[in-house]
């Protein structure tokens, strides 16, 4: 199975042979008696509905929901909407498919945001946090995990790369927030603003769909990325206890209130300003995600938003 | 009597005729068993005891707490404090102290408040939006009120000029990021950013102290700011309707939920961002104050701070 | 398609050429193999099944869910109900279509309750309170909408004419009850009593189901209630500052609570009867909703009703 | 110490002898070395302050604080308002004064209040409720102290007689309102409304104070309610047990929501409408009795009202 | 129909004549055409699929959900799981099926529970307190109800004999901890805590599934056990009404919050233990209840536990 | 200044010459127009009044409210209480004063409840968790605090030791409740409960008053705790990394919920027994502790409690 065809390019008559997420798998009764199976097929492009007539017990036996799945078949237009009339289904060798393919990714490459983040670290003067970022990023384990995770599960920023993208505009923005008050210590801000969801890195899993690892479930990215931290601090001589008290602060506090999950809330400008600009990054971030997700339909507002607990206006 | 003396100028001996505002005012048994008056005096530098000895029933007839009044005394050392030995006290012939005397003002000067603001409304291109600005900046009643408003009656930029400075620094903060987020209207989120809060010109009182005015009681700087919109836009042939409704939106849901007293939500891009960034405004203003009111104390540590409900941390 | 034949008087073979809403639309696969389409039509009198078996996917390209269509078919028995074997279906002509006979309406007739109403408005002694009341009346587009809009998409009073339903109901109930307590305002009360929900005249759109308007969603009847009222005021010379200042107050308030959406709550005698007479009346109203439309149920308990968070007691 | 002496009505000079409360006592220092006592005696009619110059510690030890004591003094001016020289207080003997004379009680007589409740009794149709109704208002007990008890220690009709008044007063509005909307069982609604607060006659003391009994604090009115509402119903032979359990729903919901201490929320079309009408009155009495307090002040607003946590407009 | 078949043990062919509770009942259009009913069918052991092929619609009309039903047919494989295929359904005469078999029930034995629970009765040493437990335990209706209700509908111990092992097992607990604490009174403490739930009994109705009764929703369990509670003081002569007032609290307040339906929360030291016993157990129930549930799904957590507003960790 | 004179020791005309904490300092005016300074001096055996009438102003400048000083005066009768008439105080040199003479300690002896807590310990079975609780008891430091820290500012067992007595009283009701539920890890639970609130040692500051310190009111003691256990894993070869994340889910969610300062939920039995548990010990030490406080009072209940939300019952 060479390349990967990608839902959004597959056409009316396409022979398809390709690795696809299986999101739904169901069995049901055809019009001739026999069962089918119907699917709902998946990658980072889009979704697609397959049927597979014939063999269907033998072949629902091959695969399970949430398996990424070799598909062998054909593209049909059935209502005026292309789907896959399906030969065979088969789980995908260990290794085989490439899960960057079948989550969406952000639009942003992930080398050219770390550079950018990097850009950002470089001009911090103060030379232990100066050190202690430059610990993060020549961690290669970490680095690699920063680039692909996302910064959530279902609220915002929920693809390949969100992590990344939501911190590098955190960072941005606190940039040039900084300069807008007085009485903010800017590298503090700075670094406190890139660590302060470092933690999700192992909060999150993202194989074949998002989701929480145990010790994200048990512990959370607020209390992992305080040990991350302390970690990287033990590595580097002389860090001052009391910087790194702040950096801890600032990461405990950074959801603002105990009921969004903070076990204290913010007590340093620093911290305050961290806690509003991500906030306001994660609720715009969903804001957008909510309409682009919506622009093809007619009316001027989206549909219900769990999020926000409202519908958004679209505009016309 | 000539000019001010400020509270914070008073000396040991100095003798002093000036206006000041009646914070508090009580009766009390002298050691000879006289009565004497107790005072609360101050003007925008500070407050300072005041000890009427002499006459002190008849004395106490001729003003009220919250009046400014005329005072004629001394300077007198106790307990290692400056306090005022006072000799007569009178209420103040309306309009012969300058209530710009009495109340905080902003660090900064009104008309270059002013001028930055003008500045940031010359760059509006939509012409509607241009217009209404406009006209809101001839209207030379609405400008002075502007000028001197304080943004709140006990949260934020409680000063004269508060309103003034609020406005301008989330006016200068929403230009900022509009560059940051794709899909904002930029005029629109400037226009609205700068009319969110004018509402509160006719909302608060602040002749001698900070209070609300009946309007702003039963009303509110929401409905009220809506008001003066829709009252400017009638005056400009053609003004767009849709443009008018996503600023009145503006106005109504900038507090961001309903038990903040917004009647309604965020439901547009521009309105979310406005929320997020004057609430931010707004916290930022009151932390920092807090800090200042307490910076000469030895903890590093605020006093507790009601509106955030938590001690605040100023360091060491 | 001459005149409306209802949901209700459809009875088996009857053959029904009629306009009717589509509640909801899909298209499954029948026992022959061929595509039919699956339809539940309603109208004002209840809702009825339907099915076109012949030339589904052609027929299925005319018209989508909440359209008012044209009906062509034949009442037809299927397990004990009768549903409508359907020949053709298309969108109707714009205006071809009654939308009275779409949507539920009050029991009452809207020409008798505006009546009642109007000798209520004639009781008012208060000449200016009196006149913005008539001017209201006299105000034939205003009228119009009073005549037919309901009082809300989901909650009370959910039917053509259940607005005027509502304001009639709380216009009696304020009446005997200014009797009752000491120190009322009578003209006040009942002025803002009728005045309290007409922002619902703009709020609410109910051409063929119950929806919001996107003034509705972005402002709210609270603000377009106010801006009615100040446009009504503004056309009666010397028309008090005081007593528009208390009608304002009472549509802002009447809520009761900021999280319910009022910005501000009751503070006057009159705001606080108008906000608890208001409040049960729609929950009376609901209750009665809830009981009636399960009156035929054998239990004694209505199904969980959402709006109260509770099963209601019916009875035996 | 024959007849009461209100403090309304001592003035400068008069001679006093009579009974008081004690609602604060303190020792202070006098300008000659001295210890003496100040008091704040109150009554029905008001509060006047009190003081003790000589011997002020062997009587200090006569009487303390929340006594009702006899007092003999003289009323002198002091700052423009009397108060009471004191010469003698002492702890009045059990039974000497009338605790009538300290509480402040309704502005209606008991009695007539208790003919027109007996008016509305006689009304009832049904013959088991009208025997239920019989039963209470023929117990001499409940009905003394039906006539005496407030219908709360701080919130509404604070005041001997106050439990009455509020009852009549729901009584009276519900009756009216019955005839309202349909579907009302108008006996069972009326003798609801009469028995809702019933167990405060049992759940509050006033003696000298208002507080509450340990059985209030334990079990409170709700629970207390419908164990008299059951005991009374053992009485009457073939009471149904379907209006026994309609009416102890509407005692246990009547505060409507679990938070306000209702086990149970409303269920029915009497319960909810006795919710509402109960509330509502509370309310009112609440706001008059916060106006009337503070009508003498001159500003437009009371005071901040804990209750309704806001500050009310009492107008001009 | 002589012995139950339970559901567990039907296995393919077996052929199977009993009863069951009817879960689910639809009618769909097989594939010959002609419709069929889907059925869910369960007993205490498990839940089951039917189909009836033949003469769908005429033996549709016996029975309902809900039912308990007569069954005749035999066991088949689908898809790897049996199911029933059926040529009659009937619903059950009354009293011919032992509800028992239809819901779950506790794993101990009810006569071996309340053995128990009588062994923890016969330590009460105060006579008034063991007078009272008697009194209930020699109760024969009351005991035959102890022994089946559950302790709830929906939340812990939801099954036949749970309110007894609920209570035996707070029983137990209380005991043990009555001696961590001083101050304790032991006998009060374990009367009140057996008798805390005992309105359940009266509130939950569970004869085919497990549902509230009138009573149980107008009232509740906290009223209702207090009205059994004092029913049974009545017959003991010289019952001391400060215990009784007591033991009333406990009832009154064993939920903990008045949010939570107690309307008043616990002010003693026995009611505060209960409290916090009985919530414990409660929820340690309902996590073990939890896990057992899908003890055999592969992952290391549960589904969405509602109760819990959380996934709980079952751990590898 | 040889041995500690206890205030509640402290007789008329006893000399005084003793170290006490400064809890309140006044200067006030005698009768003879001297200034003096009022004092409330304590130890841990409660509180006295203090007068210094000569040399006021100087003497006053030696101290500070909060400060251990020493003063010498003589016990005088004032009132009918015993207060100190004080002739010279002034801070005590550092290390003077043991501060174990001004704070509340628990009841119980250290030492024995420490042995008792290292008998719970040695019947840890698991190695790992054995040699975890092994490294904590071996560490002198930590056991010293042990020893000494509060279990709390201001909500229960405050006082010296109050740590270890609700760590001692958590650990036996664990060791108890484990058998009574099946599943439970005994070792884990016991463990687990020994470490929850170790953080306390570092959150809290006792020298002379009760108070955070900055990395407590920065951090909490949750995540101190977390950092607390995973130092000591690190020493100890092979622990298992999944026993080491139930550990620290069990810290981090004992408070059970989010508002309370949790940043995870209980997810495990063992995680929820603790929360249950621990907050039980909490309420019931906070309840024997108010009462305790007020036994002396004749009344039933004691002052409003505002950790309860409520009055607490005495009994008589």
Do not use: C
């Not at 955190?170 to 040039?176: D, F, I, K, Q």
């Not at 590298?187 to 010790?215: R, V």
């Not at 931290?229 to 206890?241: T, V, W, Y």
């Amino acid at each position: 199975m060479s390349s990967k065809t990608f839902v959004s390019d597959i056409k009316e008559n396409d022979k398809v042979e390709s690795f696809f997420l299986v999101k739904d798998k169901s069995i049901a009764m055809a019009k001739n008696g026999k069962p089918y199976i119907n699917l709902k097929l998946m990658d980072r492009s889009g979704e697609i509905e397959g049927r597979v007539w014939d063999n269907a017990e033998e072949i629902a036996a091959n695969f399970d929901k949430n398996d990424i799945v070799a598909v062998k078949g054909r593209g049909a237009l059935y209502q005026g909407k292309v789907q896959l009339s399906i030969i065979d289904v088969r789980r995908a060798p260990d290794g085989a498919a490439s899960s960057e393919d079948f989550l969406p990714r952000s639009a942003r490459a992930p080398e050219e945001m770390l550079s950018e983040l990097k850009r950002l670290i470089s001009g911090i003067k103060e030379p232990y946090l100066k050190s202690l970022m430059d610990s993060f990023m020549d961690d290669k384990q970490f680095v690699d995990l920063l680039k692909t995770a996302p910064a959530a599960k279902g609220m915002h920023h929920v693809y390949i790369g969100g992590l990344l993208e939501h911190t590098l505009s955190v960072a941005h923005l606190v940039t040039e927030l900084s300069k807008h008050y007085s009485g903010v210590n800017i590298d503090l801000l700075l670094t406190g603003s890139i660590l302060h969801d470092m933690g999700k890195t192992k909060e999150l899993s993202y194989k074949a769909a998002f989701d929480y690892t145990d010790i994200g479930r048990l512990l959370g990215h607020i209390i992992i990325g305080i040990q991350m931290l302390d970690e990287k601090i033990k590595g580097i001589d002389g860090f001052p206890e009391k910087t790194a008290l702040l950096l801890r602060h600032m990461i405990a506090s950074h959801h603002g209130e105990l009921e969004f999950g903070s076990p204290k809330r913010p007590k340093t400008i620093e911290a305050l300003l961290l806690h509003h600009i991500e906030d306001m990054d994660a609720k715009i971030n969903a804001y957008q995600a909510a309409i682009a997700k919506e622009i093809a339909e007619e009316s001027g507002w989206t549909s219900y938003q769990k999020m926000f607990e409202r519908f958004l206006y679209k505009g016309e």
